[in-house]
């Protein structure tokens, strides 16, 4: 099981998907525009596939939205 | 990523960062009761900047629930992504910092800080800081300040792309309250001046140009109409009207004396 935060939430997941692209992925989040801090640093999209979560770590998705 | 720019077929473009727009009107995309009418009314008014918010995502929705992302094609407009709601230099530039990822790299970022949760007034020693390092960083700050000479004139010198003084509080729709002091920032500034917030109905937006502005950003003003999409077009055709007449060149004003418009030779006795 892996133990995270999702914009502010904790989430557990199964252990298998420790990539942060499994993880969009599982979150419904797979081809969606957004961007992704893990842990305070952003994660550029090009890495999702090779940045590994462990537990504890939180992470920030964002994504843009109506606003003046 | 973004629109194309036309350089070559605009009589009187909008230049910001060196890059060309045919539209002075830039808007706002949120308060809209929901996406079609956004689509709708954005397109009536002819903008081509559009701002948008970065905020946390929902997580857990359908996958192909609707975004604004769909309403407002990407290809179509220019995205200028904010950093509303942020009350500090480092929540704004790690909000800005985001922005720039989610939208492949796209350096313009409007810039706020704000220092007043119901005047929603810029905190502009935050402000200034924050512009400092997203500079630093690359990007191209359009920043949004109080209608202060000097603060614009050191935001300019620390090279924001566009200044862009409230005409009064955000949201209020008070219209052009100190015309004069926009004056003083445009006519010292060697960069786009935009008036953002403030604006209420067409001829607020009619004024700042006559002003000399060069461009005009709102949100509420539109979205908040009983017809926004007529509203939209009203600003579209405010903007215009305005830009024509500061090109033009109004009339001097007359105190206390008239000057008949017809000839006074050539009356019937």
Request: proline letters at 4%.
């Given at each position: 099981m892996l133990l995270l935060t999702?914009?502010?939430?904790?989430?557990?997941?199964?252990?298998?998907?420790?990539?942060?692209?499994?993880?969009?992925?599982?979150?419904?989040?797979?081809?969606?525009?957004?961007?992704?801090?893990?842990n305070g640093e952003i994660v550029p999209k090009s890495r999702y596939s090779v940045t590994h979560l462990r537990n504890g770590d939180k992470l920030e998705v964002v994504a843009a939205i109506g606003g003046g | 990523?973004?629109?194309?720019?036309?350089?070559?077929?605009?009589?009187?473009?909008?230049?910001?960062?060196?890059?060309?727009?045919?539209?002075?009107?830039?808007?706002?995309?949120?308060?809209?009761?929901?996406?079609?009418?956004?689509?709708?009314?954005?397109?009536?008014?002819?903008?081509?900047?559009?701002?948008?918010?970065?905020?946390?995502?929902?997580?857990?929705?359908?996958?192909?629930?609707?975004?604004?992302?769909?309403?407002?094609?990407?290809?179509?407009?220019?995205?200028?992504?904010?950093?509303?709601?942020?009350?500090?230099?480092?929540?704004?530039?790690?909000?800005?910092?985001?922005?720039r990822e989610l939208l492949d790299g796209h350096p313009l970022a409007k810039l706020e800080v704000l220092g007043n949760a119901n005047t929603l007034y810029p905190n502009v020693r935050e402000t200034l800081s924050a512009a400092e390092v997203l500079i630093a960083d690359g990007f191209e700050v359009l920043v949004y300040t109080s209608d202060d000479p000097i603060i614009a004139r050191e935001l300019e010198d620390i090279g924001c792309v566009a200044i862009m003084p409230l005409a009064s509080l955000i949201g209020s729709g008070m219209g052009i309250l100190n015309p004069w002091n926009l004056r003083l920032i445009i006519e010292q500034a060697n960069v786009p001046v935009l008036v953002d917030a403030g604006v209420g109905t067409a001829s607020d937006a009619a004024i700042a140009m006559e002003l000399g502005c060069a461009g005009v950003l709102m949100n509420t003003a539109i979205a908040q109409a009983q017809d926004p999409v007529r509203m939209a077009r009203a600003m579209k055709l405010a903007v215009e009207a305005g830009r024509e007449a500061f090109l033009a060149g109004r009339m001097p004003k007359k105190l206390y004396s008239a000057s008949p418009s017809s000839p006074v030779s050539g009356l019937i006795s």
């Open positions: 999702v914009n502010g939430i904790e989430r557990t997941l199964s252990s298998d998907e420790t990539t942060l692209a499994r993880i969009v992925q599982h979150l419904n989040l797979e081809g969606k525009r957004i961007a992704v801090e893990l | 990523m973004n629109a194309p720019a036309r350089h070559s077929a605009l009589a009187d473009p909008l230049v910001i960062a060196g890059r060309a727009y045919g539209s002075r009107l830039l808007v706002g995309t949120g308060k809209y009761r929901d996406f079609a009418q956004t689509r709708e009314a954005i397109s009536a008014s002819g903008a081509e900047i559009v701002t948008v918010a970065i905020r946390r995502t929902n997580i857990g929705q359908e996958a192909d629930a609707p975004s604004l992302l769909d309403a407002l094609p990407i290809a179509e407009y220019t995205y200028l992504p904010n950093s509303a709601g942020c009350y500090t230099a480092a929540d704004a530039v790690r909000t800005l910092r985001l922005a």
